[in-house]
């Protein structure tokens, strides 16, 4: 069973940074994709970022894009998103989800279905 575990959220004020980490554990997985999702009270979940184990340019949205990075820890068990110049805006529950990635370009891309998730953490941004 593929357990993920997020750490690091809090409340910061704007232009702040924090940076969150994704523990996993259980995985059987050679080739995978660690994503970032984050949802806000009243709307829908958003994909963050994504990285490929193997690899390659992590996938943005375009609204964190130059202020945030999504990195792999040196462990391979833990990835982490470090968020500089945070806004109002990046206000949510931040999920890591992870999931095998035959087709890396796919998880480049951000269109892979994840179906491992994390209980997900708080993040609040003050202005």
């Known amino acids: 069973e593929v357990m993920l575990v997020e750490s690091g959220g809090g409340s910061v004020q704007a232009g702040g940074s924090l940076r969150l980490a994704c523990v996993a554990s259980?995985?059987?997985?050679?080739?995978?994709?660690v994503g970032w999702f984050r949802q806000a009270p009243g709307k829908e979940r958003e994909g963050v970022a994504a990285?490929?184990?193997?690899?390659?340019?992590?996938h943005y949205a375009d609204s964190v894009k130059g202020r945030f990075a999504i990195s792999q820890g040196n462990d391979k068990n833990t990835v982490y998103l470090d968020m500089n110049n945070l806004k109002p805006e990046d206000t949510g529950t931040y999920f890591c989800?992870?999931?095998?990635?035959?087709?890396?370009?796919?998880?480049?891309?951000?269109?892979?279905?994840?179906?491992?998730w994390g209980q997900g953490i708080q993040v609040t941004v003050s202005s």
């Open positions: 259980g995985y059987t997985y050679a080739s995978n994709c």
């Open positions: 990285i490929y184990n193997g690899g390659g340019s992590p």
């Open positions: 989800a992870a999931e095998e990635a035959p087709i890396p370009s796919q998880c480049r891309r951000g269109t892979i279905l994840f179906t491992n």
